[in-house]
């Protein structure tokens, strides 16, 4: 079983609106937690990064939350651009080695 | 900016073919990885290496092959390609010191026909 889950698999939004996208992880002991953004046909770039005593990280339009006691983390993206569009990857490091465990991502389309 | 780059954006191989998969990075990174990333999966690694003539096993080795024989540049080997391997195949390197954070290529998209 993965120790990174996100949710949902796929999303269709407007352009302008908001949208929040989830990453559930087992691992443990945590190290850091990253989001990375793939557009279609290009290598992941990272976002945010958070450790243990973060609970929240903005990028510009970008927010990033954590709760390492539920181990939960969201990503939420303000006022969508068509830019947006790509596939968000949540990748959690292990405290011990520095593994990192890659979600399966969410892929987001955002309409005009 | 640490750059990441990958030889070839699209590939298109037969069967049985032997293919190489090549990789630079140009700020002395002493860690380097081979990703392959399919939809529904994400990315899984195949290799990894943290010095120069080193590597490791991923989480998906079989198939594969890879040589380090520079600090720079990593080559990921497909002896004898088959249709399995049809995948996205990305490079990533990292620094062994402070926020370890991996930095990506463009991605390779290999076909196996």
């Known amino acids: 079983k993965n120790q990174v889950e996100q949710s949902p698999q796929s999303l269709i939004i407007l352009e302008g609106k908001n949208c929040t996208l989830q990453?559930?992880?087992?691992?443990?002991?945590?190290?850091?937690l990253r989001w990375y953004k793939q557009d279609t046909g290009r290598g992941p770039v990272s976002l945010t990064i958070?450790?243990?005593?973060?609970n929240t990280k903005s990028n510009g339009r970008y927010t990033a939350t954590l709760d390492a006691d539920t181990k939960q983390s969201s990503l939420h993206i303000t006022a969508s651009q068509l830019s947006d569009s790509a596939s968000y990857i949540c990748?959690?490091?292990?405290?011990?080695?520095?593994?990192?465990?890659f979600g399966a991502g969410t892929r987001l389309t955002v309409k005009p | 900016d640490v750059k990441v780059t990958q030889s070839s954006r699209y590939l298109v191989k037969r069967t049985g073919e032997k293919v190489f998969l090549e990789c630079v990075q140009d700020m002395d990174h002493e860690n380097m990885f081979w990703y392959r990333q399919d939809p529904g999966l994400g990315l899984r690694l195949i290799y990894f290496s943290y010095d120069v003539k080193m590597k490791e096993k991923g989480d998906i080795p079989e198939g594969y092959s890879v040589s380090r024989e520079k600090k720079e540049r990593f080559s990921l080997i497909l002896e004898s390609a088959s249709t399995n391997q049809t995948s996205m195949y990305l490079c990533a390197s990292s620094s062994s010191f402070g926020s370890y954070e991996q930095y990506f290529g463009p991605g390779t998209r290999l076909t196996v026909t």
């Open positions: 958070m450790t243990f005593s973060e």
């Open positions: 990453c559930n992880y087992t691992v443990s002991p945590f190290s850091n």
């Open positions: 990748v959690v490091s292990e405290q011990e080695n520095n593994d990192m465990r």
